[in-house]
T-cell receptor, first 118, second 111 residues
Framework: GAVVSQHPSWVICKSGTSVKIECRSL??????MFWYRQFPKQSLMLMAT?????????EQGVEKDKFLINHASLTLSTLTVTSAHPEDSSFYIC??????????????FGPGTRLTVL | GEDVEQSLFLSVREGDSSVINCTYT??????LYWYKQEPGAGLQLLTY?????DMKQDQRLTVLLNKKDKHLSLRIADTQTGDSAIYFC???????????FGKGTTLSVSS
């Protein structure tokens, strides 16, 4: 149980295009999901907190108009990188809390999406 | 500076014990975690410890927490080549919020 998937697992796109990344909780409901990015050989940096049915909360320095987050259901959050540029190339990881049946704070991570912008 | 700090590299021989250290700054952290990341892969939760505990053992893994010094360690007994990976410590400061990660410690195990 408690599986989180991400799609796609990797994507290569041209500069200026938009890319959508999906994060799904497969066997639990998640009112809150988190989006992180990880540059090579660096730590995971929180980008935003995605709340089902409401606007995402972005961390300082993260452009909300560039990184659009939609959490339309209890099992799906999407991150759209708009007008992608090479500096957006990174490993994007989502995590989700099972906020319905679990009362601890364990978060379950997706396998990540590697974005390469040419 | 970093909120969660770790040494960047550790090299050990197969069969030895590995100890990875972490310091954090927020004394209100409720849970502290250790994650493992293999090359090109996502994060695997290894273990976690609640802030009112001093120690937790799970098979080859031992976590020690010193709240006074805000120091967390992960000991891996009988380290194997398959343990080679990056190990992240992370904290949660308030229930329901995101994890705050350290920069990760790259563990290299030689046979």
């Amino acid at each position: 149980g408690a599986v989180v998937s991400q799609h796609p697992s990797w994507v290569i796109c041209k500069s200026g295009t938009s890319v959508k990344i999906e994060c799904r909780s497969l066997d639990f409901q998640a009112t809150t999901m988190f989006w992180y990015r990880q540059f090579p050989k660096q730590s995971l940096m929180l980008m935003a907190t995605s709340n089902e049915g409401s606007k995402a909360t972005y961390e300082q320095g993260v452009e909300k108009d560039k990184f659009l987050i939609n959490h339309a259901s209890l099992t799906l959050s999407t991150l759209t990188v708009t007008s992608a540029h090479p500096e957006d190339s990174s490993f994007y990881i989502c995590s989700a809390r099972d906020s319905v049946t679990r009362f601890d704070d364990e978060q379950f991570f997706g396998p990540g999406t590697r974005l390469t912008v040419l | 500076g970093e909120d969660v700090e770790q040494s960047l590299f550790l090299s050990v021989r197969e069969g030895d014990s590995s100890v990875i250290n972490c310091t954090y700054t927020d004394s209100s952290s409720t849970y502290l975690y250790w994650y493992k990341q293999e090359p090109g892969a996502g994060l695997q939760l290894l273990t976690y410890i609640f802030s009112n505990m001093d120690m937790k053992q799970d098979q080859r893994l031992t976590v020690l927490l010193n709240k006074k010094d805000k120091h967390l360690s992960l000991r891996i007994a009988d380290t194997q080549t398959g343990d080679s990976a990056i190990y992240f410590c992370a904290e949660i400061r308030q229930a329901g919020t995101a994890l705050i990660f350290g920069k990760g410690t790259t563990l290299s195990v030689s046979s």
